[in-house]
């Protein structure tokens, strides 16, 4: 590796030189022929400052360390490792990852050795929306969990580190509204019980949508998966579906694009047409499903290239002072937008 030391060798000048050149710091203090000379030296050998050298110096790696559950390995949620490489790499930080594969015993050992590294900063991320466990850390290192809230019994209490979730409350409500904008007033709803704050605060959503256009909450249209997978979501899209017309839905609010796939499939089996006989709204916006079915799924998009910048970001504040390292922490909810496809219509026949 050419090192500074090399560069004055070859042009004849001190190290100290070469130094304000290449921080540019040499005006009225180096000869501006030789300043660039170093300068198309350094360039035509691929020159790279030695970040161990200025680490020592600033106490800083210019690393964040990310600690994840398989989200380097779930397709729609690797946005988010996306999002955050990306953020890190603008304000010249890179991103250390260990994977720990969903085994929450590894993490204090993948904390430990990121901290072991002197990382600026450490986010944790989880796959899906819930509790996570803050990692006990120097408090001069900031922490912020990505997808995941702190543990605490008293919800009205601050948290215990910074963190970002996507909305979901808000995201059902807007999903409801689409199809009740649409004309639909027997809306169905498929819930998935092995996320159980995603499924409380979709639930609660898809009620406050009826609530705000004054329609009443009908337990009959409202079934639950016990997985988010498409086999889970065959048996309650035919109990919601395999109805007499006047007691079937219109249009129905799955909890995830994999359950909407189950509701399609159940559809077509029993002779409805997306969405002239049945409109289907899904949320998580998994591209290679929604944009794969036909017609193509109108779903909620979960924000994570979003999230992960804004945890970098918000990391990158707390280290450059923009955010007092001590200031108290706080939770972001973060808006997911509607992306329409092809899979509403009005009703066939408006109640």
């Known amino acids: ?3 500074m030391k090399d560069i004055a060798a070859q042009v004849g000048v001190s190290v100290s030189s070469v130094s304000l050149v290449l921080n540019d710091r040499d005006a009225g203090r180096v000869n501006r022929d030789v300043a660039l000379r170093i300068r198309e030296l350094a360039d035509a050998f691929g020159y790279v400052p030695n970040q161990l050298a200025r680490s020592l110096k600033s106490k800083q790696t210019q690393t ?72 006990r850390v120097p408090a001069t290192t900031p922490v912020v969990l990505l997808d995941g809230r702190p543990e605490t019994e008293d919800a009205s209490a601050l948290p215990a580190a910074d963190f970002v979730v996507p909305d979901e409350e808000r ?40 609530a705000d256009a004054g329609l009443p909450v009908d337990p009959d249209l409202m079934v639950t998966a016990a997985d988010a997978a498409t086999a889970h979501g065959i048996a309650p899209a035919r109990e919601l579906l395999d109805r007499p017309v006047d007691r079937r839905p219109t249009a129905v609010f799955c909890f995830g694009d ?10 077509r089996s029993l002779g409805l047409v997306v969405p002239t006989d049945l409109s289907i709204v899904g949320f998580d916006n998994q591209e290679f499903v929604a944009e794969a079915l036909d017609p193509g799924l109108t779903t909620m998009q979960l924000p994570h290239r979003a999230m992960g910048e804004w945890a970098v970001e918000r990391i990158l504040d ?34």
Do not use: K
Not at 186 to 202: E, H, K, M, N, W
């Open 1 to 3: 590796m050419l090192t």
């Open 64 to 135: 964040i360390g990310l600690v994840s559950d398989r989200v380097a390995t779930v397709p729609f949620s690797s946005a988010m490792l996306a999002g955050a490489q990306e953020a890190a790499w603008r304000r010249g930080y890179v991103l250390m990852l260990v994977d720990t594969g969903g085994d929450e015993d590894l993490q204090t050992t993948a904390v430990q050795s990121l901290m072991q590294r002197n990382v600026d900063g450490l986010i944790v991320a989880a796959t899906y929306h819930r509790t996570v466990e803050t990692p």
């Open 171 to 210: 995201g059902a409500r807007d999903a409801v509204t689409h199809l009740i904008e649409a004309g639909h007033r027997r809306i169905g709803f498929c819930t998935v019980s092995a996320y159980p704050i995603a499924d409380a605060l979709r639930t609660r959503g898809y009620m406050r949508a009826l």
């Open 258 to 267: 994999q359950i909407a796939v189950g509701f399609y499939q159940v559809a």
């Open 318 to 351: 707390r280290i450059g002072g923009s955010t007092e390292r001590g200031s108290e922490p706080v939770g972001l909810r973060m808006h997911c937008p509607l992306v329409i496809r092809c899979s509403v219509s009005p009703p066939r026949d408006p109640p």
